[in-house]
Structures are given as C-alpha cells and as structure tokens.
C-alpha cells in the first residue's frame, strides 16, 4: 500500500481549469441561494400557514432526503455513464420547486415544492462535484472547497434577501428568484459541453485516480467513522440552520431581520471555512483538517448556550468556519479511500449530508416542542464530542499521495 506508480504522481501537473471551477461554483451558489431562500423564511410560513415546529423540521426532511436518496443513485450511474449535460436538467427542478413555492397555500403544497428542489439537488451536486474534479488539475481539495464555497456562499446570501425582499413583499416574491435559476441552466449548458468534450471517447484523460485502494476491511471501516463524523457536523448544523432564528428570537427577543443577519454572519463563516478546508487539506493532510474540525470545535458549541447576545454572533462565527473546514477534506479523503468512485462518493456524502440535516431538523423540532429551542441548543452542544473518532482514521497520506503534496 505503501508505494505508487509515478505515472499517478505526475498527473497532477495538468493545468487547473479555473474558468471551469468558477463557473460551477457561481452555478452553486445560485442554485444553493434559492434553496436558502426556503429555509429563511420559515417564520413566514410558520405564521401564515400556522405550522408547529414539527411541520417546520417536515419541510427541511422533505427537501433534504429527497436529494439524500437520489444523490448516491445519480452518482453511481454517473461513474458508468457521466452525463454533464444533466447538470441543466436538475436546475430545472429547482427552478419549477422554487415557483411552487411561492404560491404554496398549504402545508402539503410546501412539501411538494420542497421535494422538487430536493431532486434538483440530487441531480446537481454529484455530476458537478464530478466536473470539478474533472477540471481540478489535480488539485482535488482545493477544486472541492472552490466548487463547495460557491454553495455555501449562495446559502449565506439567502437570509440577506429574505430579509431585503421577501419579507416586506411577501411569500409570493419568491417566484422572482427564478431568474437565477435560468440563468445557472445557461452557465450549466456551457459548462456540460466544456465536460461532454473532455470525456469523448479516444480523449486521453490524466489518471488521477490511479492508485492503490485499501483493503475492503479497512475501507467499510473508515467509512463507518466517517459516517459518524458526517453525522456529527450535519446534525448540529441543522440546529443552527433551521432553528437559529427561533433560538435569537426566544432567548433575546431579537427581531426576525436582525436574528436573519445573525445567520448570515454563521453562514458566511461557513463558506469562508469551506474555501480554506480543501487548500489546506490538500497540504498538511486530509487526516489532520478533519480531526481539527470536528473536535475542535466542541468548547465553542459548548459556550454557546449560555453565551450572551454580545457573544452570540462570534460565537457561531467561530463554529461555523471551524465546522465547515472538514468537508472538503471529507469529500476527498473519501474519494482516495476508494478510487474511481468520484460520483459515487460525491452523491453518498452529499446525499448524507442532506439526508442527516433533514432527520436532524425533524428530530429537534420535535424535541424543540418538548424542552424548548434553547434547551435543544444546550444538548446539542455536545454533538462535536464525536469528533474523537477522528483518531481512528487511517493515514492515507503515504498510500495515497495527494496532488499538493505529491
């Protein structure tokens, strides 16, 4: 396991596309930007469709799992049969969700619409995470963080426009947003034909991937404790997404746009998070970016609680950037653990993390009913603790050299 042929090793000299980087990553941000826009403005929906913190925790399962069951099945069938020109096609789910949604009048119509951006979302994310690795160079984490930054800054910015449009003109204003989904199609259509062309057949393509895989114990092994981690991060991450507001506006009486600017800053700290995990990842070593996060992080959600208002937003600010850095790290570490399978693992931790930030949304809206939403925000303080199974990771970084350090 220990040595590699220099052909894998010279491979990542190729250059890094990063036109081709960009664009996806502005097309994520678009198409994560209208699904933001949904979880924003929930306190509108709780209110005028008189939805219990249960039904609200529904809408977040619903949208998420619906992309979680799709996305590992997209990615496998992609690995045998990439198909960039698909990326168009799920915009256009979101696109349709996204018009529902604004004239959604029923709890049952938000579901629906819910579940179309959810199929968006799992048509998107595992053939785009392809392209960007196709287009990476060989610079797979730092491909990974500029496509996944794009995401989470169009999640950052939905609050900012809820609260700049779609709250003063209501549930309605949304179907405006659609634009941006139109526009993301076109970029989309652009950026399928740029990886049409470089997957046609008799093209030579760089073997990145060309290394040795682990044994299969070793492999079901590290994905179990990846899984926990993955599980660790999204679960209190939808304490934070979902529940954030309702959490400022009970324990501080804030106001729904200056508790809607207390998100921004934690997602803006998560895209910043993003954009550095991978680069550095790609440096000192997958292993050790993600075990610094996830346990890391642990004294800041444990203050958090009982944080004042002053604390608050820095607080969250820290966690956010903290927390979010393992992702990219995740993704990659991943793809070298089992070789050849981008799509598949792309569309499984995608998958997992829309699939675990929905259970977690229902789970503590229903315990939110029960103990109240800073009681949730008090045990879930602990979730991070997890991060110690991070010592069981296996160190890939001599089996598999990453491109950086290569």
Partial sequence: MSSTSPAPLAAPRADTRYPVLGAISFSHMLNDMMQS??????????????????QIGFITLTYQVTASILQPLVGLYTDRKPRPYSLSVGMGFTFTGLLLL???????????????????????????????????????GLAQSIFQVGG?????????LAAAFIVP???SSLAWFSIAALLAMAVLGMVGRWAAHQQRPGRRRASHDAVVAPPPGLVRR???????????KFFYLASINTYLIFYLETRFGLG?????????????????????????????????????????????TLALPYAPLALSAPLTAVIGFVLASAFPSIIVYAQELMPGKV????????????????????????LADVIGIVGVYKVCAFLPLIGMLAAFLPDLHDAHLSPAKA
């Fill in 222 to 232: 590290t994905l179990a404790v990846l899984l926990a981690l993955v599980f660790s």
């Fill in 256 to 300: 729904l746009r200056d508790a809607q600017l207390h998100l921004f800053v934690f997602l803006a700290s998560v895209a910043a998070g993003t954009l550095l995990g991978g680069p550095i990842g790609d440096r000192i070593g997958r292993k050790r970016v993600i075990w610094a996060s996830i346990l890391g992080v642990a004294p800041f």
């Fill in 169 to 171: 003109h209501g549930q």
């Fill in 343 to 366: 799509g598949a693992v792309a569309g499984l931790f995608f998958g997992l993390a829309f699939g675990l930030g929905g259970i977690g949304a229902a789970a503590l809206g229903q």
């Fill in 152 to 160: 989470n800054a169009g999640t950052a910015l939905g609050p900012l």
């Fill in 37 to 54: 826009l949904m979880l924003a403005i929930y306190p509108l929906f709780k209110s005028n469709l008189h939805l219990s913190f249960v």
């Fill in 102 to 140: 604004s004239r959604a009048d029923s709890f049952a119509h938000v579901l629906i619409a819910a579940a179309c951006v959810g199929m968006g979302s799992s048509i998107f994310h595992p053939e785009s995470s392809r392209v960007a690795r196709l287009a990476s160079g060989g610079r797979h």
